[in-house]
Nanobody, 124 residues
Framework: VQLQASGGGLVQAGGSLTLSCTASGRTLSNYLTGWFRQVPGQEREFLASISRSGTYMDYGESAVGRFFIRRTDAKNTVILEMNSLQPEDTAVYYC??????????????????WGQGTQVTVSS
């Protein structure tokens, strides 16, 4: 699966951004989909995942209450809405997928097909 993350940019502290994850030539709802971020020199951090059905979501500690993941199947896209951004949210954001037969399954690891990511920079 070839994924493309987009929507990153520069935002002031307290602002919001909406990231999009699209898949080329594949139906994204056939995969468990997740968002992660990575700061140079650090491990990739789990942010959120959404089941194939779109019914179940899981959030990492950094994302709870601020970030929201959803599917827009009509556009074959998974969205990450990010609010109350802070300078520590500065990172490259990636989406990844995981094959599963269970349409309601979520996970925090086991993802792949990362793509290039999108840079998010939050200024103070």
């Amino acid at each position: 699966v070839q994924l493309q993350a987009s929507g990153g940019g520069l935002v002031q502290a307290g602002g919001s951004l909406t990231l999009s994850c699209t898949a080329s030539g594949r139906t994204l709802s056939n995969y468990l989909t997740g968002w992660f971020r990575q700061v140079p020199g650090q491990e990739r951090e789990f942010l959120a995942s959404i089941s194939r059905s779109g019914t179940y979501m899981d959030y990492g500690e950094s994302a709870v209450g601020r970030f929201f993941i959803r599917r827009t199947d009509a556009k074959n896209t998974v969205i990450l809405e990010m609010n109350s951004l802070q300078p520590e949210d500065t990172a490259v954001y990636y989406c990844g997928v995981q094959s599963t037969f269970d349409i309601n399954y979520t996970a925090r690891d086991g993802f792949g097909s990362w793509g290039q990511g999108t840079q998010v920079t939050v200024s103070s």
